[in-house]
């Protein structure tokens, strides 16, 4: 079951993105109007999508749902009848997976729906690849480290320093990574830099 969240303050504009979403199966759809609480009232409904409908918002109006936006990490679609390059690219970096102008029709919601959420699952598996290179970069940092302190305090070889590491990591059933964060740990407890 797919849970969507409208946002509009307009009852008649948020009938038209019910009407685009009518086609769907197994589909909770809500309605939050009003700005009060909105955070707490969306986060409240635990959505898969949100799709918002902002008409012509002010830049304070719009940096309050750009809040919203980035505050789930969920596809979100905005809708407004006007724009400019500021508000995109605020949008882009509030995490908005569709930011469509003046294109409010029963007939593109569905199209745009789909849109959202394969934007943001796609920009997920980038941030999760960025993350996971992140680690592995420090992790790689880390074993080159406590080489370099194997290196200088047994006057052994590189070869030697990563297959130390490599026995203790076997012998102890943990991974090379982990002994080495212990032995820059060690080090650094002991007074080294």
Do not use: W
């Amino acid at each position: 079951m797919m849970r969507i969240v409208i946002i509009d303050d307009s009852a008649a504009r948020a009938s038209i993105i019910e009407d685009g979403l009518a086609s769907l199966e197994d589909c909770e759809i809500s309605v939050i109007s009003g700005r009060e609480r909105l955070l707490a009232r969306v986060a409240e409904s635990a959505p898969d999508v949100v799709l918002m409908n902002l008409g012509n918002p002010s830049r304070d109006v719009l940096e309050e749902y750009f809040a919203v936006s980035r505050a789930l990490a969920r596809p979100i679609a905005m809708f407004v009848d006007e724009s400019d390059d500021e508000s995109i690219a605020a949008s882009i970096d509030a995490g908005v997976s569709a930011y469509v102008v003046d294109g409010l029709a029963a007939n593109r919601i569905r199209p745009l729906l789909d849109l959202a959420v394969r934007r943001f699952n796609a920009f997920a598996r980038l941030q999760s690849d960025l993350a996971e290179v992140k680690g592995k970069l420090a992790e790689r940092e880390t074993i080159d480290k406590a080489k370099r302190i194997l290196m200088d305090s047994k006057g052994i070889s590189e070869p030697e320093a990563y297959g130390e590491l490599r026995r203790k990591a076997m012998s102890s059933n943990k991974r090379i990574a982990e002994i080495a964060e212990a032995v820059v740990t060690a080090h650094e407890l002991l007074g080294g830099t």
